[in-house]
């Protein structure tokens, strides 16, 4: 049913099969199935999942976790309510899939042993803009357009952010910046045990994800959440029929239909004309489905024009605030897949062009709409790679990487800092994290959600807080 | 049972009506209550009829019931009924008649009209032989056809109505 699965010619074997497997299995709320010993299961596994058309906005939805709620108009009562209340702060957890290259992001120019570490990767000095808060640093010339925010003041930058002891695992790095513990068998994600002592039981887009299944962050234990592809869709569903049978079978509404209509019964007329107006509105619709190569609706200036839905779903977010529609956690992904194991250049040229470009756009569409001052977003990745290059023109897993947090009433200030490399590696040789995650999804908690910590993550009060909002 | 209980003109069945029937059919049964949701997308929330009047049988279906009422087949099938082409071995047939006797007799076999019954072998013609060229096509496209004939058979105005 999805368009495309993110597949990187570059990124490991394990991430590539996780991937596929996670869209299969995401139809039937089941976790992944085992790839790697001792791998975590994902937050949310497991999680009811029910269609639900919110009519006020012609959005399809999957709902997770409705548990008792057997009335699907109590969401859109729920909805409208929350809609009608005074306007949430959002936050927006954008993940940036495979462990991107935190030293390509931000790279150590005037370190003699970047060359060192990297005879082939290394960037020349002038190439990219420095950090004006740590001239060490240079951004990425294709991260201009965060320097830029940065240089506005809307960029919080944490250059060295994870946890110590880190394996090099996409699965475990991953499911703990989901759940917000380095704990293997919580199920359910930071961002939804905050839903579940804050959020209301009618409103699903409290936990927004932007994607085909619901991402573990938002996995909560008892409010719903939601997961929306594509706004309006309208789409019939048959279950295992695909390709030219399945397209046939649309063909027969029109007979089916035409046998109603023609039969000389009212109630099968009745049954007829509604099979023949739902096919009508099924064509119509069909250019603007999910998986429909046809031109998808222009995206407003300044999002760079994609193959995937990346730029999309962020220009979305806005588009759905701008509506009034109550959303209050938001989660999208990457399709670009960061994990450059061989011919780093061409993957991460590309993916970090486009997410660059989106996020600046973002930001200006935000500011634009006048929704700049509720909106902060969240820019993460389960880990940073390894300082030194490896033998086919790419990085390995490493452990610490870096994150942002972008916004209006971001902070803009750096929070930890970049260790070096002469003192700042482990005895792996890789970098050391001067950021734990957790105090940064601590401090977001406190400071932009408004909730205290201690009952969301575990250990709360051993990390420290940093400055996050202004 | 007194013969007139089934005189009288066809109706338009309510969704409770329909899903109890797919599922009587499919010797499914009630095992989970997920079917009070999906009655209410198809436009029947049980126990919360719009006013004292109760539910009007005359207006069921719309676009929107129509689409959740397509979809309730998908919920219905669960893994153990449904038909994996790879597994589908010679539980599925290939000749087009039989085909559609199969998606009928899943459903325990409903009385549908010789225009329905024509439509839907039509179908299975088109689907699974003429659409089948490379051997791997005619080897799976009738497993695909018959889940799709499923769906078509509860989608038919015989169907949805009594």
Known sequence: ?470 | MHPLIHAGPRMVKAPIVQIAGMLRGIGRYIDTDDWAWESSLVGQTPFYPPNVGGWEAARWLNTGTWLARFNLAAQMIDDKRAVKPHAAGKKVAVNPRALANQALAFWGDPTVSPATRHALIAYAKTAAVDAAKAPWEREQYPALALSALRALVVASPDYQTC
């Open chain 1, 1 to 470: 049913m999805s368009a495309r699965i993110p597949r990187s010619a570059c990124a490991c074997q394990d991430f590539n099969r996780a991937e596929f497997l996670r869209r299969a299995a995401a139809q039937a709320g089941e976790g992944l199935p085992s790839i790697e010993r001792g791998m975590p299961t994902p937050a949310g596994t497991g999680l009811s999942r029910r269609g639900f058309l919110l009519a006020s906005a012609g959005l399809a939805l999957s709902v997770y976790g409705a548990g008792r709620v057997l009335d699907p108009s109590v969401f859109e009562e729920g909805i409208a309510r929350a809609a009608a209340s005074p306007q949430a702060p959002v936050l927006v957890s954008v993940y940036l899939q495979g462990g991107i290259d935190s030293m390509s992001v931000l790279y150590p120019a005037g370190d003699p042993l970047y060359t060192k570490y990297r005879p082939v990767l290394a960037l020349p000095e002038a190439a990219g803009p420095a950090l004006t808060e740590d001239p060490r640093l240079h951004w990425h010339p294709l991260a201009a357009p965060l320097a830029t925010l940065h240089g506005e003041g809307k960029v919080s930058v944490i250059p060295a952010v994870g946890y110590t002891g880190a394996d090099q695992s996409h699965f475990t790095s991953r499911h703990f910046w989901e759940v917000g513990a380095t704990q293997a068998d919580l199920l359910t994600g930071w961002m939804g045990r905050y839903l579940d002592l804050a959020g209301a039981a009618d409103n699903p887009l409290q936990g927004l994800c932007l994607d085909e299944s619901l991402q573990p962050s938002l996995a909560t234990a008892r409010m719903p959440v939601a997961a929306i592809a594509s706004p309006a869709s309208y789409s019939f569903y048959a279950r295992d029929v695909w390709g030219p049978p399945q397209d046939v079978m649309y063909q027969y509404f029109e007979a089916l239909g035409r046998i109603g209509t023609g039969s000389g019964d009212t109630a099968m007329a009745a049954s007829g004309e509604a099979a023949l107006m739902s096919n009508t509105l099924r064509r119509q619709l069909a250019p603007f489905q999910p998986a429909s190569e046809a031109a998808a609706p222009a995206l407003p200036p300044g999002y760079p024009s994609s193959a995937d839905k990346f730029p999309a779903r962020m220009a979305g977010i806005a588009q759905l605030l701008a509506a009034g529609l109550p959303l209050h956690c938001v989660s999208v992904s990457t399709e670009s897949v960061f994990d450059t194991h061989d011919n780093q250049v061409a993957a991460l040229n590309s993916g970090l062009d486009q997410v660059a470009q989106t996020l600046y756009a973002f930001q200006r569409d935000l500011e634009s709409r006048g929704l700049a001052d509720r909106v902060l977003t969240l820019v993460w990745s389960e880990f940073g790679r390894r300082p030194e290059e490896n033998a086919s023109g790419g990085t390995d897993h490493g452990a610490a990487g870096c994150a942002f947090v972008i916004g209006a009433r971001a902070r803009g200030t750096m929070i930890g800092e970049w260790p070096g490399l002469a003192t700042g590696l482990d005895a792996l040789e890789n970098v050391q994290a001067t950021a734990d995650f957790r105090s940064v999804y601590c401090s977001l908690l406190e400071q932009w959600l408004g909730h205290e910590a201690a009952p969301i993550i575990p250990g709360a009060s051993g990390f420290p807080r940093v400055t996050l909002v202004k």
